[in-house]
């Protein structure tokens, strides 16, 4: 009898994200036209985008940053899988410590490596080269939650926990960035992460359903599944935002 491989691995999806295919193959192509030679992600899971961004551009490098050993392995596998290995390096330990300046930088659902939204901007803006790029992927309301739907959310989640998505915008601007591509996850795209998030331990607890790990399991796939349905589902979005550093910083007079 197996055990579980983990709750929350991910080993089902393509992307740790609510992205498609095709949404991740429209920024990659766009990403890839400004031309990096160095690409930093940061809080990379297993380095999906990282990798397709580095196939896209054969002349560049990237390093991808996570605190989950399991997943970067996973991306070391991919890498050298593609022939990618030479060119990709997987680091563990917490993006704040493993900072190093970018012409891509790619950061999603990562933000609070650094503490707030405002926060991530802020550092992330000294992070990427003159004329380079940004992509900064995050969770917005698609509309204010009641105080019913937050109840059925997470734990101590509360409506500060995420801006609006013209609030958003509005902080990358504050933080000196320009907003090149302003997009944000489809209803089927959720639907698509939530159900592959939790495909692997339903298929397990059907093979398993007798294993001493089963109600745990059981009750971690249905509490996650409710705030899923009941809570955040047509109210939690996620935006991806493709944005802009100047090539040259404007003259103090």
């Known amino acids: 009898m197996t055990h579980p491989s983990g709750f929350g691995s991910g080993a089902r ?12 193959d429209r920024l990659v192509a766009d990403l890839a036209a400004s031309n990096p030679s160095t690409v930093l992600d940061l ?12 196939e896209a551009v054969p002349g560049a490098r990237g390093v991808g940053v996570d ?27 917490p993006a704040a410590d493993h900072l190093s300046d970018a012409d891509l930088v790619l ?3 990562a933000y609070q490596a650094f503490g707030t939204v405002a926060d991530a901007l802020g550092v992330l803006r000294e992070r990427v080269n003159p004329g380079g790029r940004l992509l900064f992927a995050a969770e917005i309301w698609e509309r204010i939650p009641t105080d019913g739907q937050l109840a059925r959310m997470w734990p101590d989640m509360t409506a500060e926990d995420c801006h609006l998505l013209p609030d958003l ?14 997009e944000t996850s489809t209803r089927d795209e959720w639907d698509e992460f939530e159900s592959g998030y939790l495909a692997g331990p339903e298929e397990w607890l059907l093979a398993n359903g007798d294993h001493p790990e089963a109600d745990r399991v059981r009750d971690q796939v249905d509490t996650h ?29």
Do not use: Q, Y
């Not at 990358?172 to 960035?177: E, H, Y």
């Not at 409710?226 to 991806?240: Q, T």
């Open 225 to 253: 599944r409710a705030f899923w349905l009941r809570g955040h589902r047509g109210v939690l979005g996620f935006a991806f935002l493709t944005l802009g550093v100047p090539t040259a910083e404007k003259a103090s007079s």
């Open 169 to 182: 915008v509005d902080l990358t601007i504050a933080a000196g960035f320009r907003p090149l591509r302003i």
């Open 13 to 24: 999806l393509t992307f740790n994200a609510p992205l498609s295919d095709a949404r991740a």
């Open 107 to 109: 950061s999603s659902g």
């Open 43 to 54: 809080g990379c899971g297993w380095g999906e985008l990282l990798l397709r961004v580095l």
């Open 67 to 93: 605190l989950r050993g399991a997943a970067l392995e996973r991306g070391r596998s991919d890498a050298a899988r593609r022939g990618l290995a030479d060119r990709v390096t997987f680091v563990e330990g």
